[in-house]
């Protein structure tokens, strides 16, 4: 009714086999297949998502303003969590070309932020 809310359920199945891939409920037109019908289902993709603003070193201050741009020594070094996100994460998952990579930073330094694109070869960044 007017100013109430409209809920939508979504059903989502996941196919039990290859052979499930052909059946309608996972037909969408114009989509990309279930990642268990693809080719290459027996070798996993993964999304890595970076979301945020790397942290400062301790007695600095800035402004949340990305007009602004500040030094990258004002801020920690990304390629340290790099190293720990390759080791921890990537090697053991199959190695960094499994990985796609999306960076979303507030960090207000291009120098920064280059360096981010530099190591983690973002698919999409801001």
Known sequence: GAG???SVSLEYKLPRSR???TKPFLKVP???PHPACA?????????????????LKHHFQVAWDMDKNYKASLFVDPAVVYVHFVKFLMIPSGGATRFDTFIHTATPSKQVRDRLAQL????GSN
């Open 4 to 6: 109430g809310s409209t």
């Open 19 to 21: 052979s499930d891939c």
């Open 30 to 32: 114009e989509s990309p």
């Open 39 to 55: 080719s290459t289902a027996a070798e996993p993709r993964f999304a890595l998502v970076l979301y945020s603003m790397l942290s």
């Open 120 to 123: 983690y070869q973002p698919l």
